[in-house]
C-alpha cells in the first residue's frame, strides 16, 4: 500500500444552522483510511481558516476540506491557489453556492464519499482589486442584502429572502460605467453580478452559463423593474432562464471594471466588504486544484426531479436544525 494522502478538514462552527458535534466522528467514520491520513480542526475566528490553510500548504497536506459555507471556503481556497493542495468542499453553510454549481450533495456523507472519489481537476478563481472570490462578486442590490443578512444573528435560506424581500422596497439603484475590452458603457442597475460560477446558492442562477474552466467572467445586469416583474424574475433565477429575461444584459469576458459614483458595499461570494468606488474584476485560468464528482454524461430524464427533491429535503433539514 502507497503512502496516504495527507488531509486537514477545516470546521468552521458558525455556518449555517446545523450543529457540529458530531461532524469530526462523521469525517472519521466516512473518508477512507486507507488512503487519507485526517486531521480535524475547527476554526476561532475570522481569517482562522486561512491561516491554518496557508500552515497546511507549507507542510505540504495534500488536501484542505472546507467543512462551512461560501465564506469559509473562500478563506481557504484563496490560500490554496497555485499550490499543489487541492481543495474539498464539505457544504454546511446558508447558501453553498460552490458546491452546488460544482455538483457537491448539500448532505455531509454524501459529500464526504466524493472526497473518498480522489477526483482531481483545476479551475479558475478571480480577483476583484485585491479580494480573491471563486462563486461570484457583485454590486448593487445583492452586496446591500449580504450586508444585512451579515448583521442578522440568524442564518439560513429563509432569513437571507426575508432580507431580500424587506431591503427591496427601501433599495436606490445607481448608474454605473462598465469598461471591457469591447468598450464603455453607463447602466442604470439594480445589481452587478460577476460570475464565475454559476449561482449566489440555494439554486439560485445569477449566470446559469458560467463555466469554471473557460477563464471567462459571466456578467450580470438587472436593470431596475417593477415589483410586478418580481414573480417572473424569481422563477427565471430558479429555472436557469435567468439570462432570458429582456430587462436582463449578460455577456462573457476576462475582465471588467466596474466604476461608481463613490465607495461602497460589494460582495465576494456572499461576504460584503467596503470596495473603492472602482473594481477592477479579472478571471485567472486554472489557478486551483479542486476535489469534483465524476461527470455523469448519461443523466436520466428523472435525475433533474431527484435533485430538486434532495435540495428541498437538504433545505427543510437546515432550516429546522436536524
Known amino acids: 500500500m502507497g503512502t496516504r494522502k495527507r488531509l486537514l478538514?477545516?470546521?468552521?462552527?458558525?455556518?449555517?444552522?446545523?450543529?457540529?458535534?458530531?461532524?469530526?466522528?462523521?469525517?472519521?467514520?466516512?473518508?477512507?483510511?486507507?488512503?487519507?491520513?485526517?486531521?480535524?480542526?475547527?476554526?476561532?475566528?475570522?481569517g482562522h481558516a486561512t491561516i491554518l490553510t496557508k500552515e497546511a500548504v507549507a507542510e505540504k497536506t495534500d488536501y484542505v476540506l472546507s467543512v462551512g459555507g461560501d465564506g469559509t471556503c473562500n478563506e481557504i481556497a484563496k490560500a490554496l491557489i497555485h499550490s499543489d493542495t487541492a481543495l474539498g468542499i464539505i457544504p454546511i453553510g446558508s447558501g453553498n453556492?460552490?458546491?452546488?454549481?460544482?455538483?457537491?450533495?448539500?448532505?455531509?456523507?454524501?459529500a464526504l464519499k466524493i472526497v473518498n472519489e480522489n477526483r482531481t481537476v483545476a479551475l479558475d478563481y478571480c480577483k476583484?482589486?485585491?479580494?480573491?472570490?471563486?462563486?461570484?462578486?457583485?454590486?448593487?442590490?445583492?452586496?446591500?442584502?449580504?450586508?444585512?443578512?451579515?448583521?442578522?444573528?440568524?442564518?439560513?435560506?429563509?432569513?437571507?429572502?426575508?432580507?431580500?424581500?424587506?431591503?427591496?422596497?427601501?433599495?436606490?439603484?445607481?448608474?454605473?460605467?462598465?469598461?471591457s475590452k469591447d468598450g464603455s458603457v453607463k447602466e442604470k442597475a439594480f445589481l452587478i453580478a460577476c460570475g464565475n460560477a454559476s449561482q449566489y446558492g440555494n439554486n439560485a442562477y445569477i449566470a446559469p452559463r458560467a463555466n469554471m474552466q473557460d477563464g471567462k467572467l459571466d456578467v450580470t445586469i438587472i436593470r431596475p423593474f417593477t415589483p410586478f416583474d418580481i414573480g417572473p424574475l424569481a422563477?427565471?433565477?430558479?429555472?436557469?432562464?435567468?439570462?432570458?429575461?429582456?430587462?436582463?444584459?449578460?455577456?462573457?469576458?476576462?475582465?471588467?471594471?466596474?466604476?461608481?459614483?463613490?465607495?461602497?458595499?460589494?460582495?465576494?461570494?456572499?461576504?460584503?466588504?467596503?470596495m473603492d468606488a472602482r473594481i477592477d474584476v479579472s478571471c485567472i485560468p486554472g489557478g486551483l486544484k479542486a476535489l469534483v464528482p465524476?461527470?455523469?454524461?448519461?443523466?436520466?430524464?428523472?435525475?433533474?426531479?431527484?435533485?430538486?427533491?434532495?435540495?428541498?429535503?437538504?433545505?427543510?433539514?437546515?432550516?429546522l436544525n436536524i
Open 235 to 274: 422563477v427565471q433565477l430558479f429555472t436557469k432562464l435567468i439570462d432570458r429575461n429582456s430587462n436582463i444584459k449578460t455577456f462573457e469576458t476576462e475582465s471588467i471594471s466596474i466604476i461608481r459614483e463613490k465607495p461602497g458595499i460589494m460582495h465576494i461570494d456572499g461576504e460584503p466588504i467596503m
Open 294 to 319: 465524476e461527470e455523469n454524461n448519461k443523466k436520466s430524464l428523472i435525475e433533474p426531479i431527484q435533485s430538486v427533491f434532495w435540495d428541498v429535503v437538504d433545505t427543510i433539514k437546515t432550516e
Open 9 to 46: 478538514a477545516i470546521i468552521n462552527p458558525i455556518s449555517g444552522t446545523h450543529s457540529k458535534v458530531n461532524i469530526p466522528e462523521t469525517i472519521k467514520a466516512t473518508l477512507d483510511d486507507s488512503i487519507f491520513d485526517i486531521q480535524i480542526k475547527f476554526t476561532e475566528y475570522a
Open 128 to 179: 476583484a482589486n485585491d479580494k480573491v472570490f471563486f462563486c461570484t462578486c457583485g454590486v448593487g442590490f445583492d452586496a446591500w442584502v449580504s450586508m444585512k443578512f451579515a448583521e442578522d444573528k440568524h442564518r439560513g435560506g429563509l432569513t437571507y429572502l426575508r432580507k431580500a424581500v424587506t431591503e427591496y422596497m427601501k433599495y436606490k439603484t445607481e448608474t454605473y460605467r462598465l469598461e
Open 97 to 110: 453556492g460552490l458546491a452546488r454549481h460544482l455538483g457537491i450533495p448539500i448532505d455531509v456523507v454524501r
